[in-house]
Structure formats: structure tokens, C-alpha cells
């Protein structure tokens, strides 16, 4: 018999806020996190744009030896995991030790690390590398890191999947728990991909929005004037027990996860097939795998990401899903106000979905001036609203043609 799987820690750092609750007010709230690039020259960029975390203080989380040696995505790993753990209230010891897991995901790793140590090799010579090179760049060190300093001795992974690595992360620590492999599962995803390398790419394939004179309406999911995606950094990290392990503990359970489905596209390494059927699909699974219905959903955190053919084929694919229930249900983008976060989406997007369950509100599609009459669904246009969110469905799509998919349900005895 499949074990049940519940939320009982909650941790972020994104260009909302460094912490949920500042995240959380802000997304009830509209705010956007977008402004303008901080953390290098764009003097020769056509995108100066992007949304960096804010007012966020390492050496909060991390000694200053620390911050020589990590990539900042694994700071950025740690500290979400810092307030995640201790949200739940949970100690990891020697009764539990080998029972907790780390999965994480990451789209791209350590990317400023590689460009910073390939300047300093091509300027300075082999001698000149730092020895921490290496730690700093591989994509699973920011899980291996985790796992170090609580001593979580279970499964560990990480998960590479571009935009849907997050929700891909969060589905594999389900699973680990729910097959019986884990009682204790931290997991979620985290990316800093805000560098001069990553902006110039994603120009390079027209791809993101270089609506530089107003930053904050910039990222405008569904919108018909939008002309891109925001890139966004930051990382969103949840704690996940089996049922009676939390319930042991006395731990306070935020929702159950209940669902998750995985798709490949099978068709293209970035656009998303017409009418997006890997979509369909991997909701199709993620409901069945939850064992809910369409019309149990009261809200879909959609991936949203504010690219023509993402925000409509999400739509169309939505549509053909839910059917009739799609005027009984609201969708909305919050990349509108966080950006886009690539790796880390999934992750705070979780952490959205849950507080939408816990604090019963939709949060809006911010920007949303001139909805493209192919995106006709309850969009949550400008401003939040009050409603009881008793299922909601998380989204990721990513290159490659992956899909991941997350049903999260108000817990019940």
C-alpha cells in the first residue's frame, strides 16, 4: 500500500522575498521582482533586465569562507533548506539520520563559477584555478551540501531537467517517501543563472523580454503584447514526511502531495508541439496518480512562463483537460511578478500552491493589461482573490520537451 506524503516545511530566497512570509505577502499583493541587472555590465546586452534576489544577506546562512568557495546557487540551496527545517520543526539524528533524503533540482548548476574560473584561467593561468572549481559548478552539489550539514545519510539525487527540474525533483522525493525508500525527503529546486553568459544565450534565441524602460511589466504571462520571459534567480525548498512520521512528531502538515506526472514531448529542444499533448498527458497522470478528478481542481499554478507559444499551448492543452470545469476553475501565473526562475520554478511554485491551500487565496496574473483572446481561461488578472483551494495543480515544462506535474491537496485525516 502506497505511504501518504505530506508538507511540513516550507523555505525560499527569490526576487519577491528572502523569506515566505515576505514572499507570500508579496505575491497577494502584485509586487513584482523585477528590475534591472545589478550584477554585471549590460551596457552590450539588449536585455538589461532580470530578477535578482534582493537585500539578501549570505553571511546570514553561510560563513565568509563559505561564500569564496560556493556558487551562489548553493547558498541560495542552503539557506531555503536552513528555513525549511526549521519551519518543520524537524531534528535529523541518529534515529532518522538514514532516513532522510536530499533530492534537489537545477537547470543549469554552477554557472557564474564556470564563467568566473574560465576568466581566471584564460587572464592568469592554470595556477591561478581555484581548487573549489569544481564543487562549485556540479549541479548536485547544492543537494550534496544539504546533505553534509544535517546528516542526512538517505537517498540523494538531483534532477536536470531545465524549467521542470524543480517540480521533477519534488515528484522523485514523492515517490522515494511514498514507496517506503524515505520517511523524510528535502527537496526542490534552486538556480542563479543571472550572469552575462545566460542573458546573452537566451538573446541569442530571442527568447526573453528586453522590455528594459519598465522592468516590473516586463514578464506578462498570457498577455498579447508579451515578448518574452524574465529570467529570475533564487530557490524554493519543501520538507516532505511520510503521514505517521510527521504525525509521530507532532509535526503541522501544510497539505498533502498527492499527485505527480512526467512527460517527454518527444518533439523539439525548446518549443513546446502545438496543442502541447505531453502536457495533457502529464496532467491526465498527475490527477489519476492523486486519485482526483478534473473538476476536484480549484487552482493551477501554470507554468506560465510569458513566451507565445508556452502561454498558449499551456492554455489549449489546460482546456482540453478540464473541459467544462475550466469556467469553475482559476489559473494563474505567478512568474508574472517572481520572473522566470528556470531550475528553482518548481520549487517556489510548490511553496505558492501550498500557502494558496493553507491561506485559501489565488494569486494573480500581474500584467495582464491585454489578455490574447487565445489565453481565455479565469486568468486572475491584476489582483488576488479569496477563494477555498481545497486540490491545486503546480505546472513546469522544460527544453527538451520535458513536462512535470504536482497535485497538492488540503490534508484531511
Known amino acids: ?3 501518504r506524503v505530506v508538507v511540513t516545511g516550507l523555505g525560499t530566497v527569490n526576487p519577491i522575498g528572502n523569506c515566505v512570509k515576505d514572499t507570500w505577502e508579496g505575491i497577494c499583493a502584485g509586487k513584482s521582482g523585477i528590475s534591472a541587472i545589478t550584477k554585471f555590465d549590460t551596457t552590450n546586452f539588449r536585455t538589461k533586465i532580470a530578477g535578482e534576489l534582493k537585500n539578501f544577506d549570505p553571511l546570514t ?3 565568509q569562507k563559505e561564500v569564496r568557495r560556493f556558487d551562489d546557487f548553493i547558498i541560495y540551496a542552503l539557506a531555503s533548506a536552513e528555513m525549511a527545517i526549521a519551519d518543520s520543526g524537524l531534528t535529523i539524528d541518529d534515529k532518522n539520520t538514514e532516513r532522510t533524503g536530499v533530492i534537489l533540482g537545477t537547470g543549469i548548476g554552477g554557472l557564474s563559477t564556470m564563467e568566473k574560473e574560465k576568466e581566471v584561467l584564460l587572464n592568469s593561468g592554470t595556477k591561478k584555478l581555484s581548487p573549489f572549481t569544481i564543487p562549485g ?10 546533505a553534509i550539514r544535517y546528516g542526512a545519510k538517505g537517498p540523494i539525487s538531483c534532477t536536470v531537467t531545465a524549467c521542470a527540474a524543480g517540480n521533477n525533483a519534488i515528484g522523485d522525493a514523492f515517490r522515494t517517501i511514498s514507496h517506503g525508500y524515505a520517511d523524510v525527503m528535502i527537496t526542490g529546486g534552486v538556480e542563479a543563472a543571472v550572469c552575462p553568459l545566460t542573458i546573452a544565450a537566451f538573446n541569442a534565441m530571442r527568447a526573453i523580454s528586453t522590455r528594459n524602460d519598465k522592468p516590473e511589466a516586463a514578464s506578462r ?12 534567480e533564487g530557490s524554493g525548498i519543501v520538507i516532505l514526511e511520510e503521514l505517521t512520521f510527521a504525525l509521530n512528531r507532532g509535526a503541522t502538515i501544510y497539505a498533502e502531495l498527492s499527485g505527480f506526472g512526467s512527460t517527454s514531448d518527444a518533439f523539439h529542444i525548446a518549443a513546446p508541439p502545438p496543442g502541447h499533448p505531453g502536457a495533457v498527458k502529464c496532467m491526465q497522470l498527475a490527477l489519476q496518480d492523486a486519485g482526483v478528478e478534473a473538476s476536484d481542481i480549484d487552482y493551477i499554478n ?12 499551456e492554455i489549449e ?4 483537460v478540464f473541459g467544462d470545469h475550466n469556467k469553475n476553475m482559476a489559473v494563474s501565473s505567478t512568474k508574472s511578478m517572481t520572473g522566470h526562475m528556470l531550475g528553482a520554478a518548481g520549487g517556489v511554485e510548490a511553496i505558492i500552491s501550498v500557502k494558496s491551500i493553507c491561506e485559501g487565496v489565488i494569486p494573480p496574473t500581474i500584467n495582464l ?3 490574447d483572446p487565445a489565453c481565455n481561461l479565469d486568468l486572475v488578472p491584476h489582483r488576488s ?8 495543480m503546480s505546472n513546469t515544462f522544460g527544453f527538451g520537451g520535458v513536462n512535470a506535474v504536482l497535485v497538492f491537496k488540503k490534508y484531511d485525516e
Open 1 to 3: 500500500m502506497r505511504k
Open 61 to 63: 546562512f553561510v560563513t
Open 137 to 146: 559548478i556540479l549541479a548536485n552539489l547544492a543537494a550534496g551540501n544539504i
Open 221 to 232: 504571462p498570457f498577455d498579447k503584447d508579451r515578448d518574452g520571459f524574465v529570467i529570475s
Open 302 to 313: 501554470a507554468h506560465g512562463t510569458s513566451t507565445h507559444l508556452n502561454d498558449t499551448y
Open 317 to 320: 492543452a489546460i482546456t482540453k
Open 369 to 371: 493589461d491585454n489578455p
Open 385 to 392: 482573490r479569496k477563494k477555498d483551494v481545497r486540490v491545486a
